[in-house]
């Protein structure tokens, strides 16, 4: 199984090299045009200070494709207005407050506008407004009526760039399309999200149950993030921000010491997205920073395949709990907001992912595939020398010559190839011959291929 991982993560889970350069390219010209013309109000020239390129695709945890970006536009705010962090009832987010409200620069107008009045707190609803409204007066004068932004020359090809604005959860959301001379064309989205970073020494309390900044496992990551997403379940949750804590968290999962950490957990995000679960990807990250606190180091440098079944059952132990605790403040359960019936059906298509792993995988390592929907593996990738293990012809799909040589009936070879397909049925067998005999059964399959022969002939 060792192999059909290795090509797994090589093939259809990393991103693709060429692509990646290309999109960046696009993607960092776009952001300078943004960020240029989002810079002639005056308050947000005076707040921001810089981007953040986080999420997925720069923590290179992406599955698939380059084509999804995440970027934070990270606000200052001024020392002379005494900024202040005050943690909530609720774990995870906390209130920011400008007690010297009174005294706001020229440059800072507006800013006020932004807080209550009374308790001067910063309103994460108001921010998030005054951002969107900001973005959609910015794109309507670059862009009027769908025109072409900017040409990018990139890979020796130019191409022409049109965007548009949209909206998802806290963030505004750029649709680049670009398309170059020959007709092809590139969808990329860019997630834009307002935040204010602050140094360490508005670090939360440790007091309210929050893991502290140790320089030994940050590195110099001191910074970290407040983002204006609103939490559920609060009757006036407009003065929330959302902690995060990316550059941190960056640090702990990097690092050759942890050489399979973060292709096992494309994998997993690979399962997710095949079985369609609603678990975010942050959720299966944080997944990940818990055990790299409690394993050794030995353990991330073992056979991807022993990595990546001992993760996938700790995931599913989890979800079968019902508790993911954010990394940072044991308090909050991220899986909070789930139903308990919806994460025991995602808890028990885990485990019976790993049960048909751990029986199946030495009869044919191929089964995983089946989970991460990966069929053309089986005409691609070498099982290995392990004993018991058919070569690569055998997995392949029949051909009429198959079934006209005189080694065996027509009804065996049927059998013989249906053994490769990834195809299961949901039953469990307890034996080899238990299972040959489960997809002969398989009706639609062996239809298909008797089909395939009748149109060949």
């Known amino acids: 199984m060792e192999n059909i991982l290795n090509s797994i993560n090589g093939s259809y889970v990393s991103l693709n090299a060429t692509e990646q350069k290309r999109n960046n ?12 013309s989002l810079s002639t109000d005056k308050l947000f020239k005076a707040l921001y200070n810089k981007n953040y390129f986080g999420g997925s695709y720069y923590d290179n945890l992406k599955v698939g494709s380059s084509d999804e970006f995440d970027i934070d536009l990270l606000f200052v705010l001024p020392e002379n207005l005494s900024p202040t962090i005050n943690s909530s009832d609720k774990p995870g987010y906390v209130h920011v407050t400008l007690s010297d409200l009174e005294k706001l620069e020229e440059k800072f107008k507006g800013l006020e506008k932004l807080c209550n009045p009374i308790t001067k707190q910063i309103s994460a609803r108001k921010v998030l407004s005054w ?10 004068k670059l862009c009027p009526r769908g025109n072409v932004l900017q040409t990018v020359s990139v890979q020796g090809k130019a191409y022409d760039i049109k965007v548009k604005l949209t909206k998802s959860g806290p963030a505004s959301t750029i649709n680049i399309v670009a398309e170059a001379l020959d007709k092809s064309v590139i969808k990329i989205d860019v997630d834009l999200v307002p935040c204010i970073s602050f ?19 940050h590195g110099n990551s001191e910074t970290f993030f407040v983002v204006p997403k609103l939490p559920t379940g609060t009757a006036i949750p407009d003065f929330y921000w959302r902690l995060s804590f990316q550059e941190q968290e960056r640090v702990l999962i990097s690092g050759n ?9 494309r994998l997993l995000k690979r399962v997710r997205d095949h079985w369609n679960h609603p678990i975010s990807s942050y959720f299966i990250k944080t997944v990940f920073l818990w055990e790299v606190e409690t394993r050794s180091k030995d353990f991330w440098n073992r056979p991807l395949s022993i990595v990546f079944c001992a993760m996938l059952e700790v995931y599913g132990e989890k979800l079968k709990n019902g508790a993911i605790p954010y990394f940072w403040n044991k308090k909050f359960n991220l899986l909070s907001g789930f139903k ?10 885990i485990n019976n992912i790993v049960s048909d792993v751990k029986r199946f995988s030495e009869i044919d390592p ?17 099982i290995g020398k392990k004993k018991g293990k058919v070569p690569i012809e055998a997995s392949s799909q029949p051909t009429v010559s198959n079934y006209s040589s005189g080694g065996g009936s027509r009804a065996e070879s049927v059998v013989s190839s249906s053994t490769s397909s990834s195809s299961y049925s949901e039953e469990q067998p307890s034996s080899s011959t238990d299972y040959l005999g489960l997809v002969a059964k398989n009706l639609d399959e062996v239809r298909a291929f008797l089909q395939r022969i009748v149109l060949k002939k």
Do not use: M
Request: charged residues 25%.
């Open 366 to 382: 191929f089964v995983v595939a089946k989970h991460i929907e990966v069929e053309i593996l089986r005409r691609e990738v070498p």
């Open 199 to 217: 140094s360490k020494k508005y670090w939360p309390s440790k007091s309210a149950g929050y893991r502290q900044y140790d320089s030994k496992l």
């Open 340 to 349: 308990k019936s919806t994460l025991d059906g995602i808890a028990n298509k």
């Open 25 to 36: 390219v696009i993607v960092h010209a776009v952001l300078n045009t943004v960020i240029q």
């Open 257 to 265: 010491e942890l050489g399979r950490l973060k292709p096992v957990l």
């Open 131 to 140: 951002f969107e409204s900001l973005s959609a007066k910015c794109f309507n």
